[in-house]
């Protein structure tokens, strides 16, 4: 996503580590309306472009995590539990933090076949994949 801070062209990014799509925008523009310049280009402030840098590379971090899951975790576990875990979360930075905090923890129960976690949070399929 092209966006500019003070006259200047700068990028914010986020890929789909399996399609290799960059979603930032959708990101961005999901949370609220950008200003746009004569030219309809999306302009920032400094503060505006360092908080979407922030949430974004968060946003990248749980990229990888599900990347590096996908063969790992039953997808239909995946999706009930990361809809549990954000499903009243209305702010962006907060569903992100959130997100990527339960991959976290989904990531460390499988390194480590903390079997009780998995049960507890509907990963049955997932469990009986690394038993």
Not at 73 to 79: F, G, N, P
């Amino acid at each position: 996503m092209r966006v500019y801070v003070n006259g200047e062209e700068r990028h914010l990014h986020v890929y789909d580590r399996a399609s290799g799509c960059d979603y930032a925008k959708n990101v961005v523009c999901s949370q609220e309306r950008l200003e746009t310049d004569a030219y309809g280009a999306f302009t920032l402030t400094e503060e505006e472009y360092k908080k979407w840098q922030d949430i974004l590379a968060v946003q990248q971090d749980s990229e990888d995590i599900l990347f590096a899951l996908k063969d790992c975790v039953d997808a239909e576990e995946l999706k009930n539990y990361l809809y549990e875990e954000t499903r009243y979360l209305v702010h962006i930075k907060e569903t992100t933090d959130e997100e990527n905090i339960s991959l976290r923890e989904l990531q460390h129960a499988i390194q480590h076949h903390d079997v009780k976690w998995l049960q507890e949070n509907g990963f049955v399929k997932t469990m009986e994949k690394h038993s």
